[in-house]
């Protein structure tokens, strides 16, 4: 199956610095690339995603970025605010198996 | 639109007690899933569900059965209830499109406790 993987789990930055996170998987048929993003106690929620034949994809101050020969992807957050600390996931495929989940702290 | 709903928000059961929580989307979803959300953890995957009529076991299926029956709907049985089941649950739904899977929506969750 699918194996997942998600670094950091953790993440600190100051209120307009940038953050990423990086999501390995294992399954090379992955074809759809998502993050979601889930506020402590409500549900996750989409925030982007790319399909296979993109490398990049940008929506206003957070882009994804795609590297399918070596089965990774990335979140990339500028400009990051205190509103967008939350747990970030990852799910290669979509379909089955999560990543972790990253713990994305903002400080003002 | 209405979403993906659950169906209770909250319960609490006894050790042995039985239970079935329901989730239901108006969106036409092929796809539906149930997940268990510990704290501080991620969301694995229970059970999930290509179309109606058909279901297919995820990474924690012990312990938990589900039926399909109609295409808005996907229910989740506990037998018999353990504290080790004690979580969050979530369902979501999801539809394919020319051999893409897409954006998961999900339920508010329900959160169970057995004691």
């Known amino acids: 199956g699918e194996n997942v993987e998600q670094h950091p789990s953790t993440l600190s930055v100051q209120e307009g610095d940038s953050a990423v996170i990086k999501c390995t998987y294992s399954?090379?048929?992955?074809?759809?690339f998502p993050w979601y993003k889930q506020e402590l106690g409500k549900r996750p929620q989409l925030i982007i995603d790319i399909r296979s034949n993109v490398g990049e994809k940008k929506d206003q101050r957070i882009a994804v970025t795609l590297n399918k020969t070596a089965k990774h992807f990335s979140l990339h957050i500028t400009e990051t605010q205190p509103e967008d600390s939350a747990v970030y996931f990852c799910a290669p495929r979509n379909d089955m198996r999560f990543g972790a989940g990253t713990r994305l702290t903002v400080k003002p | 639109n209405a979403g993906v709903t659950q169906t209770p928000k909250f319960r609490v059961l006894k050790t042995g007690q039985s239970m079935t929580l329901l989730c239901a989307q108006d969106m036409n979803h092929e796809y539906m899933y149930w997940y268990r959300q510990d704290p501080g953890m991620g969301l694995r995957l229970i059970h999930y569900?290509?179309?109606?009529?058909?279901?297919a076991k995820g990474e924690v299926p012990d312990g938990y059965n589900v039926s399909r029956l109609k295409k808005q709907n996907f229910l989740l049985g506990l037998e018999s209830a353990a504290p080790s089941q004690t979580s969050v649950y979530f369902c979501?739904?999801?539809?394919?499109?020319?051999?893409?899977?897409?954006?998961?929506?999900f339920g508010p969750g329900t959160r169970l406790t057995v004691l």
């Open positions: 569900s290509v179309g109606e009529g058909t279901t």
């Open positions: 979501a739904s999801s539809y394919v499109l020319a051999g893409f899977n897409n954006e998961q929506f």
């Open positions: 399954d090379s048929a992955s074809n759809y």
